[in-house]
């Protein structure tokens, strides 16, 4: 066991790493086209691409430091770990910087670390090592609720700077709890959230109530004789027809102008082509500016000239668009396919539940990032700002995504003889 211990190398997943270090390439060349009009020495630290190859390069050091600890050491200390990450929530209500609305970093120097990114893998720890000791089944309240509150701990504390978008993240953990037994209805629950909370902007809210309470009601007639499943049914329209009132207050009261506006553009209540919208416009002219094969690195007018705001972070897939065409759309999007897919294989192959878990909830954290960073650059899901994982501008998010894998990676190394 020592001697394997010690070849630490041995047994890691090299072909992920080539994947984290090819889409950490792709953020750089990319950051560096969308630095408009002209752009100076390649090493020149000042730069946005500057910064961020000095992210990558720390992001690597620390990725490889981390297969040198002993797997077991993440188990161990992952209450502590969650711990720190709730403490450090709790601090930038108090002494963050309120950037674009949002009280989301603390200033470090010239530094700004956001604690959110950081608390996704926190979470995925501490809710790998419940269900690893546990073992819970997920069919009784109990282990529900449990599990729920680690996950609600650190998405509460999220809300309240606001930083919707990743709070919403931390959705995804549902899909690992799935896999280790919760019932599926919970999925279905969700999704019908998802379809409720558009319903309700679209079609008036006692219309939705109608048409709630007659398919309940024919439901109910059905399974008359079953009081378990009337009783079951009685619930869930009651937190359905709550659901649709709490919409309405949260619209009204927890988020901000420029979050409805992004909601109203993209169910097409109004238009907006100067103002919430300008981003999502233009982001899409670059995207398809580029055609099949893109205009050339630094070719992009859309980027050279600066069009699309927050170009370096939250639109940076429109950079690649724009001057690599739908073909480097396709790399980079076959490119975390095959992550995902492979993140998904590893976890299978664990020996404990602990790495299990974690395996799968870092394959749904890049996941929701993924779908929802593309999403907003297209115009198919509204603008929540979150980054690109490993190819968005930022210490934060690349240094958080580096941790959540690299962990994973020692996890898998170590298979055969974690307990």
């Given at each position: 066991m020592q001697q394997q211990g010690n070849r630490f190398f041995f047994n890691v997943d090299w072909i992920t790493v080539l994947i984290y270090i090819a889409l950490c390439a792709i953020g750089f060349i990319n950051i560096y086209a969308s630095v408009p009009p002209e752009h100076s020495a390649v090493f020149s630290f000042n730069t946005l691409y500057g910064k961020q190859l000095i992210y990558v390069f720390t992001g690597l050091i620390l990725g490889l430091s981390i297969l040198l600890f002993d797997g077991r050491l993440f188990n161990v200390f992952s209450p502590f770990i969650y711990g720190g990450t709730l403490l450090l929530l709790l601090a930038v209500l108090v002494i963050g910087n309120k950037v674009a609305g949002n009280q989301a970093w603390i200033a470090i120097g010239s530094f700004k670390l956001q604690p959110a990114e950081?608390?996704?893998?926190?979470?995925?720890?501490?809710?790998?090592?419940?269900?690893?000791?546990?073992?819970?089944?997920?069919?009784?309240?109990?282990?529900i609720m449990i599990a729920g509150l680690i996950v609600a701990a650190p998405l509460l504390l999220i809300m309240l700077q606001p930083d919707t978008g990743s709070a919403l993240v931390f959705l995804a953990f549902m899909f690992p709890l799935y896999r280790e037994g919760l019932s599926g209805y919970f999925l279905l629950i969700f999704l019908g959230m998802i379809v409720l909370f558009v319903a309700d902007f679209l079609v008036p809210t006692y219309i939705l109530i109608i048409i709630i309470l007659a398919i309940a009601s024919l439901f109910i007639y059905n399974n008359r004789r079953k009081q378990k499943i009337i009783f079951s049914t009685v619930l869930v329209t009651l937190f359905a027809i709550g659901y649709l009132f709490l919409i309405k207050v949260a619209y009204e009261k927890v988020l901000a102008p420029h979050q409805?506006?992004?909601?109203?553009?993209?169910?097409?209540?109004?238009?907006?082509?100067?103002?919430?919208?300008?981003?999502?416009?233009?982001?899409?002219?670059?995207?398809?500016?580029?055609?099949?094969?893109?205009?050339?690195?630094?070719?992009?007018?859309?980027?050279?000239?600066?069009?699309?705001?927050?170009?370096?972070?939250?639109?940076?897939?429109?950079?690649i668009g724009e001057e690599w065409g739908f073909a480097g759309c396709s790399v980079v999007i076959g490119l975390y396919i095959f992550?995902?897919?492979?993140?998904?294989?590893?976890?299978?192959?664990?020996?404990?539940?602990?790495?299990?878990?974690?395996?799968?909830?870092?394959?749904?954290?890049?996941?929701?990032?993924?779908?929802?960073?593309?999403?907003?650059?297209?115009?198919?899901?509204?603008?929540?700002?979150?980054?690109?994982?490993?190819?968005?501008?930022?210490?934060?998010?690349?240094?958080?995504?580096?941790?959540?894998?690299?962990?994973?990676?020692?996890?898998?190394s170590n298979r055969m003889g974690f307990i």
């Open positions: 950081f608390a996704k893998f926190g979470t995925a720890l501490l809710l790998a090592r419940y269900v690893g000791a546990f073992n819970p089944k997920f069919r009784d309240f109990k282990s409805r506006s992004r909601i109203e553009l993209m169910l097409g209540l109004k238009t907006d082509n100067k103002g919430a919208g300008y981003n999502v416009i233009q982001s899409q002219i670059a995207i398809g500016s580029g055609q099949a094969t893109g205009r050339g690195f630094l070719q992009g007018t859309q980027t050279k000239y600066g069009y699309v705001p927050e170009q370096s972070t939250d639109f940076i897939f429109s950079t992550l995902l897919l492979r993140l998904i294989n590893l976890a299978e192959r664990q020996r404990s539940t602990f790495s299990r878990v974690y395996g799968y909830s870092v394959a749904c954290i890049l996941f929701f990032h993924v779908f929802i960073n593309i999403g907003m650059t297209i115009g198919i899901i509204p603008v929540i700002g979150i980054p690109l994982p490993l190819i968005s501008y930022g210490g934060s998010s690349l240094w958080s995504f580096t941790i959540l894998l690299f962990i994973f990676l020692k996890l898998d």
